[in-house]
């Protein structure tokens, strides 16, 4: 729990870097839909002021500045697609754990997302499965009242944490994302290729969207694509951009 106490935060004082201590940026990824050819989202990435790697900013994160970072990102993240005149959806990544009452701390998002003229509809709240969930209910809460609010809700990093099916059996997110760990050379290994069809499997039932994150090569994306999966993010169609937009993607590999 965060010493500086959970208050509501302007949207000004979010974008502040002395409020938090350290600055940054954001960089933006498509997610491509392959049926519609087109760029269905983009995930907002966190980076250094001069481009320093995620690596670095999540350094900078402690107990006294988990909650004013969260809030931060969501307020940056919003500021930045509106003034780039972003028109697909938004995946923004949140720490569970920088969340005390999912009510109170989205005051600020929904500020934001009113202040920039954001369509809070085109949100997708993104938790990162390989931060070690120990509590589920809490998460659970979480995404219930973003659901409520009209948020789209997604697991990042699906099959590489410390849950996997079972994570889907507490509570069913909008969207799963496939970890790149478990799709590399996936077209040449198969067991990675029967854990996917189970995990599609599962998903097609409950009504799961899946997106295929990493992609890197031809094969990983035919052989994803055979099996039904429509969305797709990596470096084989665009690599993240700071503060901006790559509004051009590999679309050759879609025809």
């Known amino acids: 729990m965060a010493s500086e106490g959970y208050v509501k935060l302007g949207c000004e004082e979010c974008l502040k870097p002395e409020a938090l201590g350290f600055d940054f940026k954001m960089a933006f990824q498509p997610v491509v839909d392959a049926e519609d050819k087109n760029i ?9 002021p001069a481009g320093e790697g995620a690596g670095w900013v999540l ?3 402690n107990d006294n500045n988990r909650y004013r970072f969260d809030q931060a990102c969501r307020v940056k993240a919003i500021e930045a697609a509106s003034r780039l005149g972003m028109k697909t959806n938004l995946n923004i990544n949140f720490l569970p754990g920088a969340i005390y009452n999912p009510q109170t701390c989205i005051r600020t998002t929904l500020e934001a997302a009113e202040k920039y003229a954001f369509d809070k509809r085109r949100i997708i709240f993104e938790v990162t499965e390989g931060e070690r969930i120990t509590n589920s209910a809490h998460l659970k809460s979480i995404f219930s009242e973003y659901k409520k609010q009209g948020f789209l809700t997604a697991i990042d990093d699906f099959g590489a944490g410390y849950a996997g099916l079972g994570l889907l059996a507490e509570f069913q997110p909008d969207i799963i994302k496939l970890d790149m760990a478990l799709i590399r050379n996936i077209d040449a290994d198969r067991i990675r290729s029967i854990i996917v069809d189970s995990i599609l499997k599962v998903a097609l039932e409950i009504g799961i969207r899946v997106v295929a994150e990493g992609i890197e090569t031809i094969g990983e994306f035919t052989h994803l694509r055979e099996k039904g999966i429509r969305y797709f993010q990596g470096y084989l169609f665009a690599k993240p951009a700071l503060d901006a937009l790559p509004v051009e993607f590999n679309g050759q590999i879609l025809s």
């Open 40 to 48: 269905y989202s983009y995930e907002a990435l966190v980076r250094g």
């Open 59 to 61: 350094g900078q994160i």
